[in-house]
């Protein structure tokens, strides 16, 4: 079979085979996914509505427990300093409808407007249970109230009560607070939700009690109607199912029970959101279209893909591997043979010999590269590998502190003992200047007996680090160096010191180079002051070494 048609054939069928593949599974994946994404939107947004609902509650007992722990409702005989109180709550958080005073009879002292002032409730459980102790009455209607307020908005309105006792200084009943909270609260509670998340026009959010009647709701009809509540919501638990409402209708609808929170029981509500099958799930079906569109241009790109790969290869093929095998006449063929066309197999042989002198090449040149870079005597880095550093790093991230090495004294060795006794005195330098540094740090030498090291920091505001490894360098080169071959009878020891300038990137400059500056700077004044010494740029006085640690440095350079 000739190359265009094994490759016309492979291409198709491998096309067709893979796009069917790859459209039933991923059709089935995410199908699955969506639906549980749309179940699982709807589930948390039923929790976030139970989780508000509770958290509501909370706060509003504890506004009514600081009203009736108040002193001056202590002794039932001077409300005028109550009442402003009251009338600030209610004004602060116009879900209050109602705040009151009751004394130990169940009369209503003092309440927000006057409503009820002088009005004898303690028939009413809002008063009968608070004054026992804390009550929180479920949602229920109040003729009577009602009656007194205003009603903008024309719906029957409900209430939820809370109520608890107040005591005297020696902890004796003397009377009890009540509020009734207006459940247009949890109206606002479900607008907020709804109209903060421009995707759930179309979603429905109910506030169920524990008897299956609905308390809240988008669409009037259902206000006190009995709905099935899944027993799972019932049990609190939060998930989502498939529902057929009381129209007939089925809905994606999600579920969780609203959980009682500290001084707040619960009432055994649950909250619904629903939205239509056919609305939530008609992503799956535009997927699923796309998906299998998707597929068949697939194939019929491969295909023609294919078709048009087989045409032209067969020609440039050959040229490929004739021009391949150019390449290695002078190499040794081991690359395993590719069993198929004679000019695959030829291109085969060729791009193994081509990556072999490629890797010597490139092994050629890093070492060409690290000799370029590096100080033949002290194997640090040298002002090729500076300049280069420097240029990847013009405006580096991260922080750095940069440390201007300079040895003291080293000059007076060269002169007493020779270039050679140098060498071997710069040589431990750099050994002890590494055993100094951290992992990651960088160490350059300039020239002489010039070095400098970059300090990786993590953070540019301490420069602690920076300060305790410089003083660690001077402390390291004061110890003495044995000159091997300088004396007749062994080793001759030799001492110097060292300087160092310390400044930090990016405090003291915007790029390195700028801050290098700041280092040299830095170091004359450390040789000025005496030498021997760690200067930070911007001090006014050399770094104050360990307790106990000399420096042993000569005024020679």
Wanted: net charge negative; glycine share 10%; hydrophobic share 45%.
């Amino acid at each position: 079979m000739t190359l265009k048609g094994q490759i016309v054939g492979a291409t198709l069928g491998l096309a067709i085979t893979v796009a069917a593949a790859i459209a039933l599974m991923v059709a089935d994946l995410v199908s699955e996914q969506v639906r549980d994404r749309i179940g699982d939107s709807l589930s948390d947004l039923s929790t976030e509505m139970a989780d508000r609902l509770t958290r509501e509650m909370v706060v509003r007992i504890a506004e009514v427990e600081i009203i009736a722990n108040l002193p001056a409702l202590g002794g039932m005989d001077d409300l005028k300093r109550a009442r402003p109180v009251i009338d600030h709550l209610q004004s602060a958080v116009p879900e209050f409808s109602w705040v009151g005073i009751l004394d130990e009879t169940g009369r209503v002292q003092a309440s927000t407007g006057r409503i009820l002032e002088g009005v004898d409730i303690s028939h009413r459980p809002v008063f009968i249970e608070g004054i026992k102790d804390r009550f929180i009455g479920d949602v229920h209607d109040a003729v009577m109230l009602a009656s007194l307020l205003e009603n903008p908005t024309g719906e029957p309105m409900k209430f939820v009560d809370i109520a608890m006792p107040i005591f005297d200084a020696s902890r004796k009943k003397v009377g009890a607070v009540a509020a009734h909270l207006s459940w247009t609260w949890a109206k606002s509670v479900e607008l907020a939700l709804l109209q903060g998340r421009g995707t759930r026009h179309d979603v429905d959010l109910f506030v169920i009690s524990a008897d299956g009647t609905v308390l809240l709701g988008r669409d009037p009809s259902l206000l006190g109607q009995k709905v099935d509540v899944p027993a799972e919501a019932a049990s609190g638990g939060k998930d989502w199912t498939i529902k057929t409402w009381v129209d007939g209708k089925d809905y994606v609808t999600g579920y969780a029970q609203v959980r009682g929170q500290g001084a707040f029981e619960g009432f055994g509500w649950v909250v619904l959101s629903r939205k239509p099958v056919d609305v939530a799930f008609k992503p799956i079906g535009d997927l699923s279209i796309r998906i299998a569109i998707i597929g068949a241009i697939f194939a019929a790109l491969a295909g023609g893909l294919g078709w048009l790969i087989a045409s032209r290869i067969a020609k440039p093929v050959r040229a490929l591997s004739e021009a391949a095998n150019a390449l290695r006449l002078d190499q040794t063929a081991t690359f395993p043979k590719i069993r198929g066309p004679r000019e695959i197999e030829i291109l085969s042989e060729a791009f193994e010999d081509l990556i072999e002198t490629l890797i010597a090449k490139q092994t050629d040149l890093d070492a060409v590269t690290d000799r370029a870079f590096s100080d033949p005597l002290t194997n640090l880095g040298n002002r090729a590998f500076l300049e280069n550093f420097l240029a990847t790093r013009h405006h580096a991230d991260g922080a750095y502190a940069v440390l201007a090495i300079d040895l003291d004294g080293f000059k007076q060795v060269n002169d007493s003992h020779g270039h050679e006794a140098g060498d071997q005195v710069l040589i431990g330098v750099a050994q002890r200047l590494r055993g100094c540094m951290r992992s990651g740090d960088v160490l350059v030498r300039l020239g002489g007996d010039e070095f400098l090291a970059f300090l990786g920091m993590l953070d540019a505001s301490r420069d602690g680090p920076a300060r305790r490894i410089a003083l660690r360098v001077v402390e390291q080169i004061s110890e003495p160096f044995d000159l091997a071959g300088a004396g007749a009878s062994g080793p001759v020891p030799a001492r110097i010191g060292a300087s160092v300038g310390v400044s930090f990137y990016p405090r003291d400059g915007r790029d390195l180079s700028e801050v290098i500056k700041r280092a040299d700077s830095a170091l004359y004044a450390a040789k000025r002051g005496g030498k021997g010494k760690v200067w930070i740029h911007g001090d006014h006085m050399p770094v104050a070494h360990r307790a106990g640690a000399q420096l042993r440095t000569t005024d020679a350079e």
